[in-house]
């Protein structure tokens, strides 16, 4: 079973290329800075906001819904993962196709790929983008008949103890 990770109150990332126009409208809710050339990844930092929730919908609504948003995720040693957009569903039993479909239809996803080494794990992504709040979602897949579990599927820095 997969750490529990916190979301961030006040760091996202955002899963598109850093646009001018991209930059001028994170900037109405923050700061934003490249995470990593080789990907489309930018993390914005919002202030001001309650709850991480309550920032993720600011940052939604001042970059476009259809820009996905994702709060940084971190764990019991307060170290970043930077969620890609991806989520990984573990089932108790591998599913066939047509349950797959079913259930990825039901819950508004779209199967990606298989775990080649463990058949009840699949990765899917959100068919429209961000539209739920990355840890509601994760949440909501982890809970339903059938699922061992569900967790984001992230980047993250490792750094050796010394």
Not at 5 to 14: A, C, H, Q, R, Y
Not at 33 to 42: F, T
Not at 47 to 68: F, H, I, M, V, Y
Request: hydrophobic letters at 40%; aromatic letters at 6%.
């Amino acid at each position: 079973m997969p750490e529990t990770l916190e979301p961030s109150p006040d760091e996202f990332v955002i899963r598109a290329a850093a646009s001018d126009s991209l930059i001028a409208r994170a900037r109405t809710v923050g700061s934003l800075k490249q995470l990593d050339a080789a990907e489309p990844l930018s993390v914005l930092r919002v202030e001001g906001k309650a709850s991480s929730k309550d920032a993720w919908r600011a940052a939604r609504q001042a970059l476009g819904e259809d820009t996905p948003v994702f709060p940084v995720l971190y764990d019991r040693d307060r170290s970043p993962h930077y969620p890609t957009g991806e989520v990984t569903v573990r089932f108790e039993a591998a599913p066939t196709d047509g349950d797959l479909r079913s259930f990825c239809a039901k819950h508004r996803l779209r199967p990606l790929r298989r775990n080649e080494y463990a058949a009840q794990q699949v990765v899917c992504t959100p068919v429209a983008g961000a539209d739920e709040f990355l840890p509601d979602l994760v949440a909501r897949l982890a809970s339903r008949p059938g699922v061992r579990d569900a967790w984001a599927n992230t980047l993250s820095r490792y750094r050796r103890a010394e």
